[in-house]
């Protein structure tokens, strides 16, 4: 018996040589997080005695509130708040949207874009033009568009295996539609909702308005209701085709807000920093479970996984939970602007916010093709047991992009398989139920184990 040990230890020392104590510290992460793990609870509490949090709002705060509390209470080195100034955007009254086939209606789902302004208190009623890009948009001009509600339908092109980049080719007709229809006097804007799932969810998000630009209502149409009025625009022997909607949001003044931030202060190099984070306001359809409340969870979650494992790292490490994502990205560029005002060296960022589904692995942004190799050659076997092994060149998260102004600082986006997350992103379906305990614990064991690796090694 002795002899087996002994060559399952050599064999184990051969496979994996300088690496070998590694090998055993993540497996103790990850059992630690499966076994232990209070991700799921925490999270339960964020979304069922909390609930929606849109920046601004008193939800908002009690997260603030209670997310400081609870890194108070797991007794990390230090807790603090970063004070922020943050938009207050208002729904409202719940929307009402009709299509108007000559003395028919028929009542559609819509939801008012974050930030658009309201209709008149009676509504909006125009005719409707349906458009599939903004360059169609540009080509028909004033003379077509003018007193027009534009209905921009350009659904997601299901080709793209990661669905992110779908989100990213539909997405320019919500962010920036509405001020570009306004360009050519559109009176109001309707926007296929920002999803391949077909149902009648219509998934809201931030539309901007350039400083000056003029305003003009914009709302989400559910994808089932985009299809129907899209088919009654195509009968052309019906009459012109109009479309009513009612909202009554608002953009109130800013108003005062936080970033929370727990920190393991490193026993080595304490000025030196490694930021794990996600953002904890979320839209107000739901209770922003898989955007971000899972993500500021996972984040707070490598904390405590060090913490109990009585892990010392060597440079400091830090939970971050970013305030105002959604609708203004103030909460990260506050962060960035405090750690270089503070002399702060951060080494690395890395970012969850798309969603608490199976770990897939990591993307580096920016990241030169030797140096990624680099991280894959002496990484990737590590994190293979865990399925989490897949670290590609890519994008990090809007939180941490204002951190790149840092010379050397590496920005990572956590990356969660993306099949079902637009389904929910946004939605009125964004809530506990559809998040899975053990999907998101091995996504804060896969981050735990990638803050080790960079605490020990750096990326070289």
Same mark, same amino acid.
């Given at each position: 018996?002795?002899?087996?040990?002994?060559?399952?230890?050599?064999?184990?020392?051969?496979?994996?040589?300088?690496?070998?104590?590694?090998?055993?510290?993540?497996?103790?992460?990850?059992? /630690?997080?499966?076994?232990?793990?209070?991700?799921?609870?925490?999270?339960?509490?964020?979304?069922?005695?909390?609930?929606?949090?849109?920046?601004?709002?008193?939800?908002?705060?009690?997260?603030?509130?209670? #997310?400081?509390?609870? $890194? %108070?209470?797991?007794?990390?080195?230090?807790?603090?708040?970063?004070?922020?100034?943050?938009?207050?955007?208002?729904?409202?009254?719940?929307?009402?949207?009709?299509?108007?086939?000559?003395?028919? *209606?028929?009542?559609?789902? =819509?939801?008012?874009?974050? $930030?658009?302004?309201?209709?008149?208190?009676?509504?909006?009623?125009?005719?409707? =033009?349906?458009?599939?890009?903004?360059?169609?948009?540009?080509?028909? &001009?004033?003379?077509?568009?003018?007193?027009?509600?534009?209905?921009?339908?350009? !659904?997601?092109?299901?080709?793209?295996?990661? @669905?992110?980049?779908?989100?990213?080719?539909? &997405?320019?007709?919500?962010?920036?539609?509405?001020?570009?229809?306004?360009?050519?006097?559109?009176?109001?804007?309707?926007?296929?909702?920002?999803?391949?799932?077909?149902?009648?969810?219509?998934?809201?998000? #931030?539309?901007?308005? !350039?400083?000056?630009?003029?305003?003009?209502?914009?709302?989400? =149409?559910? @994808?089932?209701?985009?299809?129907?009025?899209?088919?009654?625009?195509?009968?052309?022997?019906?009459?012109?085709?109009?479309?009513?909607?009612?909202?009554?949001?608002?953009?109130?003044?800013?108003?005062?807000?936080? +970033?929370?931030?727990?920190?393991?202060?490193? #026993?080595?190099?304490? +000025? *030196?920093?490694?930021?794990?984070?996600?953002?904890?306001?979320?839209?107000?359809?739901? *209770?922003?479970?898989?955007?971000?409340? @899972?993500?500021? $969870?996972?984040?707070?979650?490598?904390?405590?996984?060090?913490?109990?494992?009585?892990?010392?790292?060597?440079?400091?490490?830090?939970?971050?939970?970013? $305030?105002?994502? *959604?609708?203004?990205?103030?909460?990260?560029?506050?962060?960035? /602007?405090?750690?270089?005002? +503070?002399?702060?060296?951060?080494?690395?960022?890395?970012?969850?916010?798309?969603?608490?589904?199976?770990?897939?692995?990591?993307?580096?942004?920016?990241?030169?093709?030797?140096?990624?190799?680099?991280?894959?050659?002496?990484?990737?076997?590590?994190?293979?047991?865990?399925?989490?092994?897949?670290?590609?060149?890519?994008?990090?998260?809007?939180?941490?992009?204002?951190?790149?102004?840092?010379?050397? @600082?590496?920005? =990572?986006?956590?990356?969660?398989?993306?099949?079902?997350?637009? %389904?929910?992103?946004?939605?009125?379906?964004?809530?506990?139920? +559809?998040?899975?305990?053990?999907?998101?614990?091995?996504?804060?064991?896969?981050? #735990?184990?990638?803050?080790?690796?960079?605490?020990?090694? &750096?990326?070289?």
């Amino acid at each position: 018996m002795k002899a087996v040990k002994l060559l399952v230890l050599s064999l184990f020392l051969s496979v994996f040589g300088a690496h070998a104590q590694d090998v055993l510290v993540l497996r103790k992460i990850y059992d /630690e997080a499966l076994v232990n793990g209070e991700s799921y609870q925490n999270l339960r509490y964020l979304c069922k005695e909390i609930g929606p949090r849109l920046s601004g709002s008193a939800h908002a705060q009690k997260a603030v509130d209670w #997310t400081k509390s609870l $890194m %108070d209470k797991y007794g990390f080195d230090k807790v603090f708040l970063q004070e922020c100034m943050v938009p207050h955007w208002v729904r409202g009254e719940k929307e009402i949207g009709k299509i108007i086939d000559g003395k028919k *209606e028929i009542n559609v789902p =819509i939801c008012a874009l974050g $930030m658009s302004p309201a209709t008149p208190r009676e509504g909006l009623r125009a005719p409707v =033009i349906e458009l599939k890009s903004l360059d169609e948009l540009a080509k028909l &001009g004033e003379s077509v568009i003018k007193g027009k509600i534009v209905f921009f339908n350009r !659904p997601f092109d299901p080709r793209y295996i990661e @669905t992110g980049r779908a989100y990213g080719a539909a &997405g320019d007709q919500r962010f920036r539609g509405p001020a570009e229809a306004a360009k050519y006097g559109a009176v109001g804007v309707i926007v296929r909702s920002l999803t391949e799932s077909l149902d009648d969810y219509p998934h809201t998000g #931030t539309t901007v308005f !350039p400083e000056g630009a003029k305003k003009i209502p914009a709302a989400a =149409i559910s @994808t089932k209701a985009a299809n129907q009025l899209s088919a009654l625009l195509k009968l052309k022997k019906l009459p012109v085709i109009q479309f009513y909607f009612k909202q009554s949001c608002q953009l109130l003044p800013d108003a005062k807000s936080y +970033n929370v931030i727990g920190e393991i202060t490193g #026993t080595e190099k304490p +000025n *030196e920093f490694i930021t794990v984070g996600g953002h904890l306001d979320s839209w107000d359809l739901a *209770e922003g479970a898989h955007d971000d409340g @899972t993500g500021v $969870m996972q984040a707070m979650e490598v904390l405590r996984i060090y913490k109990s494992l009585g892990m010392k790292p060597k440079h400091s490490i830090r939970a971050v939970m970013f $305030m105002n994502e *959604e609708n203004g990205g103030r909460g990260g560029d506050k962060y960035a /602007e405090l750690a270089k005002q +503070n002399g702060e060296i951060h080494l690395a960022a890395i970012e969850s916010d798309g969603g608490g589904f199976t770990p897939r692995g990591f993307t580096f942004q920016d990241l030169s093709s030797e140096r990624l190799k680099s991280i894959n050659e002496n990484w990737s076997n590590l994190l293979r047991p865990y399925l989490a092994d897949h670290l590609d060149a890519g994008g990090s998260g809007s939180d941490i992009e204002p951190l790149s102004v840092f010379e050397n @600082t590496i920005l =990572i986006g956590y990356r969660a398989d993306s099949q079902r997350y637009f %389904d929910i992103h946004h939605s009125a379906k964004d809530v506990f139920e +559809n998040v899975n305990k053990r999907e998101l614990e091995l996504g804060a064991a896969a981050m #735990t184990s990638l803050v080790y690796l960079i605490d020990q090694y &750096g990326i070289k």
